[in-house]
């Protein structure tokens, strides 16, 4: 369980494929502090510490990952957000983040409006349901609030620091995203299609 706060930006520094996985070393300043089989968000994504080497830690992504997220696009020096998991005693500072994402989204417009950012996100409409104004979404791993939300788009604004302190600058137009809808907005959907 995350909550969307992004903590440091790695740097994918090698990348190896092995039947349908693809395995990333990835180096950040929190990798010499990492446990093994610790659970990291990566981009949204869930993935387990498999080694680490100073600053250095190792994660796979199996097939089934790499159909749905972003990762099987991820090349040598992209830059990825991550996240260790909740303690139980921290404060909520985004939102309940599970890691496991939906889908992806296309940036559809990215505006700078002179002290904040406003991007732009297509997704498939099936997901309308679990999109509502001023609702929590996580955007790669990203807690943030949506707007001018329509069946298949929404709107995100970045603070300065989020800008910075993640990898939202390097998001461009035509540019792929993680996609995690709230979890208590799945599990309501489902309750109303179950009576």
């Known amino acids: 369980m995350f909550t969307g706060i992004i903590e440091t930006k790695g740097v994918i520094k090698k990348i190896f494929s ?15 502090e ?3 089989d610790q659970s990291l ?36 020096n992209d830059i990825i957000n991550l996240e ?7 404060r909520i500072d985004g939102h309940f983040v599970q890691g496991h994402v939906d889908a992806t989204a296309i940036c559809v417009a990215k505006k700078d409006n002179n002290g904040s950012w406003l991007f732009s996100f297509e997704f498939d409409k099936k997901f309308a349901a679990l999109v509502i104004e001023k609702g929590s979404v996580c955007v790669n791993g990203i807690s943030l609030t949506c707007f001018n939300v329509t069946n298949n788009s929404f ?6 620091f989020t800008y910075t302190h993640t990898n939202m600058a390097n998001v461009a137009v035509n540019d792929k ?12 959907n489902k309750f109303k299609s179950v009576e």
């Open 18 to 32: 092995t039947g349908t996985n693809n395995t990333f070393e990835i180096e950040s300043n929190i990798s010499k």
């Open 34 to 36: 990492l446990k093994i």
């Open 41 to 76: 968000a990566h981009n949204g994504i869930c993935l387990t510490v498999e080694k680490i080497n100073g600053h250095i830690h190792t994660v796979t992504a199996v097939e089934e990952t790499l159909q749905k997220t972003t990762a099987s696009l991820w090349q040598i």
């Open 84 to 90: 260790r998991c909740l303690l139980a005693n921290s």
């Open 155 to 160: 709107d995100v604004a970045i603070i300065p």
């Open 177 to 188: 995203v993680n996609i995690e809808f709230d979890v208590l907005g799945k599990y309501i």
